[in-house]
């Protein structure tokens, strides 16, 4: 019988993640009236009535229990757009009053949230919308990007109390001192590239030019600390045009035309899961900017796309996630050797700092039977699989029903 170690966590097709840019301490006044209406806040408002967090929650998240959200957050004054402004954006720290930091630490500390690393100001505004320059991309070293970071992740240290473990780029810009910004700050994880965007003819600089989907759509790493790079590979909005298309045809025919529709949109997804490829949902946490334009994707947007890919992954194989609990699990698995003594027997090779982690190991035998590890409890390995806490010592196969 041949050991393995699985790919990712719990034997899955693919890990999924919900991925939203942008939650910031900001709001932009669309209506000119002062008052918050749905879709203005990016988190300013909190858990306000219309906030877009409580939208989130109530409108998307509450039927998807098992759902987990990695939000990206821009720690500083997350600026607008415009240098003149059409609408009147507030902007404050996220550590602005014991408030605001109330609020981000206790999203933090949702055991199905992350807040992650998104910047500082996300850029520099200029004249028109098209002048804006991205976080990244205003570095003109490798010291002044260092600089930024150290700032931003003390910001991000003072309301949650420890350092952020990954992030993403602004706009998913860099330039030639990005990425060793990133590897010498620290960070575990990060996404460089919107991957899905070569696809749409999307420009190199921000979606890399790895044009395999097979090696695009999965975990990467780089920089000498080895910082996991996880893919951008699934936009929120897939759905739109399906479910808001305007048909002359009524009734069956309609229902059939959408449902063909449907399948064909998913086939992003069904890919995804037959190769084990990472399934990592994009989204803005608000439409709304200060041009007067709509930012997207956004969870208003695509509240009804967002709902069917989730919907479409209920009975499938998956692992819902956080950007970090991915990494976690990828480092294991790639510090992890499984090392057999004999045919009934086998150790877990591994650095000490991986101790008393899940590991997920499956087996060419499909049936049920047991296995004893190394502090004498007992687990049934079920469906070829089985989820071990990394231990010192042996592990031993049980089989034919011995106990
Ligand atoms: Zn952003």
Redesign the pocket.
Known sequence: MSIELCKWYNNARSPVLLMI??LANTWVDTNKDGTLHLGDDWGYHKNEKNSSFRYLNEMILKDFPQLKVTF?V?VGVRVGMLLKPLLTQVSEPMNADEGSKEFFKSIHQHPNFELAY?GTT?GKVGQRAVDFIQEWALFNSVDEALDTIRKGKDIYQDVIGINPSGGKY??YTSNGYSDESIDQSGFSWWCRYWNRGISDGGKQEICGNDHNPLTNFDIKRFGSTAVIDIPSTLSGSILNGVLHRETTMKGIAKRVLKKILIRWKLREITYLLEHQLVISVQEHIAPSRDDGKRQSPNIFDDRKSLRGIFHYLEDKKVWYCTGSELADYVNLRDHVTVERINENTFILEHPASYRDQVISLKFSQYNIFQIRRPDDVIMDVREGYVNLPVMEGEYSIMKGGIR
Do not use: A
Request: aromatic fraction near 12%; hydrophobic fraction near 10%.
């Open positions: 840019d942008d990206f821009p998104h996300h602004c706009g």
